[in-house]
């Protein structure tokens, strides 16, 4: 049952992001270089076709929901950054909810600026190339005003991209115990369950980082 939450909650969010993309560039994928990259993603989630087509058309009504996409910042328990991206409709409720999450979680809602500079914002494409090389599938990060340039060049080279996206990647991780994680974990579950959230990013070192320092 939660898979199936989950699912609900990432097909809504995708969904917003290709009416802010059909918006901002039209509903014609092959001249909305930001929707065809949107419509691979929502392929990769298993997102249905009549979804996709769905969000399309309801960015063409003259009466659909004007989304923004606005970023907050704050700080968690024990002093993890908390950056959290969002696709709304609404500011003075997404930001009346993020200030309780954080509130009731033992963290703080700061204000534009306070935590960003300490993530790197960097592009993420995931890719095929033709069979007899090495590696089937490719994965590339790069700084993301490249963007636009390798979907361009993945194009261009007649690959299959599977997915293409933004992410926020922490300069410096902090590690916490397993008593500490929890806390903090319970507040980026509650923020990532709200519906005008798309991603959310911290700074707390995962366990795993701390298993792949010791190999």
């Known amino acids: 049952m939660k898979r199936w939450g989950h ?18 560039g039209g509903s014609d994928p092959s001249g909305n270089t930001r929707l065809r990259i949107l419509i691979q993603n929502a392929k990769a989630e298993n997102m249905p076709k009549e979804n996709i087509e769905r969000a399309i058309k309801r960015a063409t009504d003259k009466d659909a929901a004007d989304y923004k996409e606005v970023i907050y910042e704050g700080y968690g328990p024990h ?21 309780m999450y954080f509130n009731k979680c033992g963290g703080t809602l700061g204000t534009s600026g306070s935590v960003a500079f300490m993530f790197e914002h960097k592009c993420v494409f995931k890719f095929r190339v033709p069979a007899g090389t090495e590696e089937d599938t490719i994965t590339v990060y790069a700084p993301y005003e490249s963007f636009g340039a390798i979907q361009k060049w993945i194009e261009d080279k007649g690959f299959e991209t599977i997915s293409g996206e933004s992410v926020r990647i922490p300069v410096d991780t902090k590690e916490l115990s397993a008593e500490e994680r929890e806390s903090v974990e319970k507040l980026q579950e509650r923020i990532e369950e709200d519906d005008d959230v798309v991603n959310v990013y911290t700074n707390m070192r995962e366990p795993e980082d701390d298993e792949a320092d010791e190999e």
């Open 7 to 24: 699912m609900a909650r990432v097909f809504t969010k995708i969904g917003k992001e290709i009416e802010i993309a059909v918006k901002a």
């Open 79 to 99: 002093g993890i950054a908390f950056l959290v991206e969002t696709a709304t409709d609404n500011t003075n409720r997404t930001v009346a909810s993020l200030r």
